[in-house]
């Protein structure tokens, strides 16, 4: 366990585990550790939590519920740790960190426990109030730098907001859509340089007069900056019908980067008012029309950069459950 946590290069590591005896023997061992440190109490126990994980990604969980060990960013800008398995359940300690001269520590009041089928010490769930202790340490807040097979699409909300008639459908991509991209996508078939799609969906929505938004759609595909597509929106309307309507010019699709250190690439499509008004049926065939050119354009794009994934296939696969979905 000392080498382990002595290499810090993840293809060192890899190296190492390889050159084990027994793959089965050295499993039991880091699992072993792992729940010793699923139940962390301070950055050095995350952060040895996540090189465990780094391990087991590598050589395979076997009978064990694969995990991933990730920092995310909570609401407040501070840190969040938690760990997932492949459908994005959360499993052993969620952490929210507050920042403090000297360093880290877990917040009190904002870590939550959830519990995992590999674990014998039948804890219940608990949001919020698990118990932590004050531990200050100044380094740095780890995350997995490799990644557990699962499916790589997810479909996300930049707003929750959207008009009435569109609720049914949206609904039915949390409740049905996105359970059978999790359990009837093939990510190990796929390979390992992608780790999550992310399609946000920006819809247009009206809550009430001093809050709305409805997105007139660029179709161009040009680059415009804030400023730029203002200028370009007065030039189809009056600022009176702007700001009456809540007018927003944007493109139907703004690609992010592919960060090839998370595996991590997010595009928005931004939908009009008009989208609502479609019957249900075919606001599902809009979907999956702008969710498949979404992915063919990211494809398009990545396959130089990341040659040894198959896009094809998981287009293919995505492509029956939307079909399945629509029906």
């Given at each position: 366990m000392n080498e382990i946590y002595a290499i810090n290069d993840l293809s060192e590591l890899e190296d190492f585990l390889h050159s084990q005896n027994s793959i089965e023997n050295i499993r039991e061992k880091?699992?072993?550790?792992?729940?010793?440190?699923?139940?962390?109490?301070?950055?050095?126990?995350?952060?040895?939590?996540?090189?465990?994980?780094?391990?087991?990604?590598?050589?395979?969980?076997?009978?064990?519920?694969?995990?991933?060990a990730?920092?995310?960013?909570?609401?407040?800008?501070?840190?969040?740790?938690?760990f997932c398995n492949r459908f994005g359940e959360l499993r052993f300690v969620e952490a929210i960190w507050s920042k403090r001269k000297?360093?880290?520590?877990?917040?009190?009041?904002?870590?939550?426990?959830?519990?995992?089928?590999?674990?014998?010490?039948?804890?219940?769930?608990?949001?919020?109030?698990?118990?932590?202790i004050e531990n200050i340490e100044d380094i740095k807040i780890e995350s997995q730098r490799n990644w557990i097979p699962k499916n790589p699409v997810w479909i996300v909300y930049t707003i929750s907001n959207c008009y009435e008639n569109s609720k049914p459908?949206?609904?039915?991509?949390?409740?049905?859509?996105?359970d059978e991209l999790n359990k009837k996508?093939?990510?190990?078939?796929?390979g390992t340089a992608v780790n999550c799609?992310?399609?946000?969906?920006?819809?247009?929505?009206?809550?009430?007069?001093?809050?709305?938004?409805?997105?007139?759609?660029?179709?161009?595909?040009?680059?415009?900056?804030?400023?730029?597509?203002?200028?370009?929106?007065?030039k189809l309307y009056t600022k009176e019908e702007i700001s009456e309507n809540g007018y927003y010019l944007r493109p139907r699709f703004q690609y992010g980067a592919f960060r090839a250190d998370?595996?991590?690439?997010?595009?928005?499509?931004?939908?009009?008012?008009?989208?609502?008004?479609?019957?249900?049926?075919?606001?599902?065939?809009?979907?999956?029309?702008?969710?498949?050119?979404a992915l063919k354009t990211i494809a398009e794009k990545q396959r130089k950069k990341t040659p040894n994934y198959d896009f094809n296939l998981?287009?293919?696969?995505?492509?029956?459950?939307?079909?399945?979905?629509?029906?």
């Open positions: 880091l699992f072993a550790e792992f729940l010793k440190y699923a139940d962390y109490k301070s950055v050095s126990e995350w952060n040895k939590a996540v090189r465990l994980c780094e391990c087991l990604a590598v050589i395979g969980w076997g009978n064990y519920e694969p995990l991933e990730s920092r995310g960013v909570f609401f407040n800008g501070n840190s969040r740790t938690f000297t360093g880290f520590t877990m917040e009190q009041g904002r870590t939550s426990y959830y519990p995992s089928p590999d674990c014998k010490d039948k804890k219940q769930s608990m949001c919020w109030d698990y118990s932590v459908v949206i609904e039915s991509i949390k409740e049905k859509l996105q996508m093939r990510p190990e078939k796929y799609i992310l399609l946000k969906c920006a819809f247009s929505y009206y809550d009430n007069a001093h809050c709305k938004t409805n997105y007139i759609i660029d179709e161009s595909g040009r680059k415009l900056s804030s400023q730029e597509a203002a200028k370009e929106l007065q998370t595996g991590k690439i997010n595009v928005v499509i931004h939908f009009e008012k008009e989208f609502s008004r479609l019957t249900h049926r075919q606001q599902k065939e809009k979907l999956a029309e702008y969710f498949l050119i998981m287009i293919s696969d995505f492509t029956e459950i939307m079909k399945t979905w629509m029906n």
